[in-house]
């Protein structure tokens, strides 16, 4: 929006063409971001407590977390409305590609607003069916695939699917391309969801791979950069990289306050969308193999739960001491800070691998 006020006065005042750059927007976006989450955060805390929307504990996790039980969760409004806000300020409003990762974020948040409701409302933590938040992730991510499927030609958005270490091999998927975004995004999303169970660990760990997909998709938006990298070159797709900006931002100041002991819990409203935002972003850069790697911490806490259940049902004993996989650290004698730290150690290597392959062919 901003760009779009001030450009007129370009050649009255020069210093404005710094507007034009991405790469000025993306850190006028984190700043934004982070500055709106310190001076909301703790307004926003106390309505949640005036309002009892308070955590509700599960039985079956470890009992040393029953102390946070009442602490303010839904926290995730604060951190989508910290991401939005800065991203419409600093955005080419004309940028479809952004629009569309706004629009999916906010759809995968309704969806966690709903099941945290009903938790806060029952006073259980039981919200939505497993099936119904399922479906209805289904339902959002084939919207985007079709969304995508159906964009005019000269907009530069193929249904193709790229691999990072064999830059040459590209699979055109057609009508297939639409159930493989429903499961890309029901899949970051998801995975987000189980890594949120300590204190700060989710938004961490999200926090990178949200500085890691800015790079990707300022890159897969510069014909220049991704010609010589051998990367899916996508004409616009750079601007994505402000609302990447502005998640890393929004994150940073949620962080200050999820931090253990946290002040405020993100919720399904946050986990859901924040899991659905990095997804998104990844299939508009088109990069969505790498995101095994970018998110691999999230790979690792989805897995560890599909193991432990496979496990536990076909014979009848349990891989890990309990699941997700930061649950049996904690179980194993680890404090709940040093999971959070050694995990973000975890999630930033990831990230640097996923780095890396920019440059291998």
């Excluded at 760009?3 to 370009?10: E, S, V």
């Excluded at 102390?67 to 926290?75: D, E, I, R, S, Y």
């Excluded at 530069?156 to 699917?161: E, R």
């Amino acid at each position: 929006m901003l760009p779009w006020l001030l450009n007129p006065l370009r050649d009255l005042i020069p210093v404005f063409n710094v507007f034009r750059y991405i790469t000025f927007r993306v850190a006028a976006a984190v700043v934004t971001a982070l500055i709106l989450s310190w001076l909301l955060g703790p307004w926003f805390i106390r309505q949640l407590r005036r309002l009892s929307v308070g955590q509700n504990i599960r039985d079956v996790g470890p009992q040393a977390h029953q102390v946070k039980a009442g602490t303010p969760t839904m926290g995730g409004l604060l951190i989508l409305f910290a991401t939005l806000v800065p991203t419409l300020l600093w955005m080419d409003l004309g940028n479809i590609y952004v629009w569309i990762v706004m629009i999916v974020t906010t759809a995968f948040g309704a969806i966690g607003f709903a099941d945290d409701y009903l938790k806060v409302r029952n006073r259980r933590n039981l919200g939505l069916t497993a099936g119904t938040k399922f479906w209805l992730q289904i339902l959002v991510g084939m919207a985007l695939g079709i969304a995508l499927l159906v964009l005019p030609a000269e907009a530069g958005f193929n249904p193709t699917l790229t691999f990072p270490f064999i830059k040459r091999l590209i699979l055109h998927l057609g009508y297939l391309y639409i159930p493989f975004v429903a499961f890309v995004l029901a899949g970051s999303s998801n995975a987000v969801n189980l890594t949120d169970g300590l204190d700060g660990l989710a938004i961490g760990s999200t926090t990178v791979a949200a500085a890691t997909y800015a790079v990707f998709t300022y890159i897969a938006g510069n014909r220049v950069i991704a010609n010589y990298l051998q990367i899916a070159y996508v004409p616009g797709v750079g601007e994505v990289a402000v609302f990447c900006g502005a998640l890393v931002g929004a994150g940073i100041g949620f962080l200050w306050f999820n931090a253990h002991p946290a002040e405020v819990f993100m919720g399904d409203v946050g986990s859901l969308a924040l899991g659905a935002a990095i997804g998104t972003v990844a299939v508009l850069a088109k990069q969505e193999i790498l995101l095994g790697l970018v998110g691999g911490l999230f790979v690792l806490e989805a897995m560890s739960v599909i193991i432990q259940v496979a496990s536990f049902k076909l014979r009848g004993k349990r891989v890990f001491r309990m699941s997700p996989l930061h649950h049996h650290f904690e179980l194993s004698g680890w404090a709940e800070p040093k999971v959070i730290v050694r995990f973000w150690i975890l999630s930033i290597l990831f990230a640097l691998m996923a780095l890396s392959t920019l440059k291998l062919r």
